[in-house]
């Protein structure tokens, strides 16, 4: 129970308990107290978790944007070459592949990605233009969601 003394200029204080003549906290604020500890302590690992599931997401984005960029190299390496009748740009030399995450495995939690290709002639009369878009679909485990990582580029042969 709170009272008001005229001595502390009305503010509430605690009346002495026991027989030592000390204070003790009330059972009220003891729980309230426990109540915001407990809140703050299941915030901070929450704030945990989600930093371990966005450090893994980011991994795992960044692994399938390395496929990505991967297949585009190789698709850019290609020959192309409109004097000589040489044109390894094309759909069939780049199939759909199942790759591996170039992540750290342990035991069977190895993550696939599927890799498509695709290429596009914007002009067959020069100036000659091909758009290649390769797209990496992975799922992430953890939310079981299909996520793709696209990366597009514009290549004309390799004698213009």
């Not at 129970?1 to 509430?12: E, I, Q, V, W, Y």
């Not at 953890?142 to 996520?147: E, F, Q, V």
Request: aromatic residues 6%; hydrophobic residues 45%; charged residues 15%.
């Amino acid at each position: 129970m709170k009272t008001h003394s005229p001595t502390n200029c009305g503010l509430p204080t605690r009346p002495a308990v026991g027989s030592c003549g000390t204070a003790a906290f009330t059972l009220t604020e003891v729980v309230v107290a426990s109540a915001i500890a407990a809140i703050t302590m299941a915030g901070v690992l929450e704030g945990y978790v989600q930093s371990q599931e966005r450090a893994d997401w980011s991994g795992c984005s960044l692994a399938a944007q390395a496929l990505a960029v991967q297949r585009l190299e190789q698709t850019r390496a290609a020959r192309w070459d409109t004097e000589a009748g040489v044109d390894q740009v094309i759909a069939t030399n780049f199939p759909t592949l199942l790759l591996p995450f170039d992540l750290p495995v342990s035991g069977t939690n190895v993550l696939y990605a599927t890799v498509i290709t695709r290429i596009t002639t914007l002009s067959a009369v020069p100036p000659m233009l091909k758009m290649i878009q390769v797209d990496c679909i992975w799922r992430w485990a953890r939310k079981n969601r299909l996520t793709t990582n696209s990366v597009a580029t514009f290549r004309a042969p390799d004698n213009t």
